[in-house]
């Protein structure tokens, strides 16, 4: 990579969100850009979360965000067919983004993961990562979209957007998830 904000993301995902991920402790993902270096105004988070099967099929289920119900499912053991479910998912963020306000001059890139804490060891921190005091939050209502789902025999991936950068959204609207689970976190200035 040619600057040094992607190289350090390339490092924080294929060395520590993948050490997370083979050892099957990652429950969940959150890529977060913020307008501050804090993070405690979020302007857009990507969710992804992480449960790990046993069984030999994969399944896709592409969920209405609205309903949170079904709207398509495939089953396959086809890894094939998963890599094109996920490309379809890829391109849907992708067109979703496009969509939305453009990002300020001064913006801030982090990434948080969340464990499962029955089989993550206590003081747990791949690489690049510290443990984190707390989440970055949004300070308005965000707007929320599920983007689907892609399971196979060993893990199963959820994927959701949430933004600010819609320009008609309700104003003053402070939002907290629930976040059980020990978080830790990587964080850079994006150019």
């Known amino acids: 990579p040619k600057c040094k904000t992607s190289s350090r993301l390339i490092d924080w995902l294929e ?53 949170k119900s079904p709207v398509n499912t495939l089953a396959t053991d086809s890894v094939k067919q998963l890599k094109g479910q996920v490309c379809k998912m890829t ?15 001064e913006k801030y890139v982090s990434v948080h993961l969340e464990y499962y804490d029955t089989r993550t060891p206590d003081k747990y921190e791949p690489p690049f990562f510290t443990a984190a005091r707390e989440l970055p939050g949004f300070q308005q209502r965000p707007f929320s979209m599920g983007l689907g789902a892609c399971q196979t025999k060993h893990v199963c991936i959820g994927m959701k957007a949430k933004t600010t950068a819609v320009s008609d959204l309700d104003q003053g609207y402070e939002y907290s998830g629930n976040h059980n689970s020990e978080t830790t976190h990587a964080q850079e200035r994006m150019p």
């Open 15 to 67: 060395k520590g969100v993948t050490e997370a991920l083979y050892k099957e402790y990652l429950k969940c993902l959150r890529f977060g850009i913020s307008s501050d270096k804090q993070g405690k105004n979020l302007i857009e988070e990507y969710v992804f979360n992480f449960a790990y099967q046993e069984d030999g099929e994969i399944r896709l289920q592409i969920l209405n965000s609205i309903k």
């Open 91 to 105: 391109r849907l963020l992708v067109a979703l983004t496009a969509s939305f306000d453009p990002l300020p001059d």
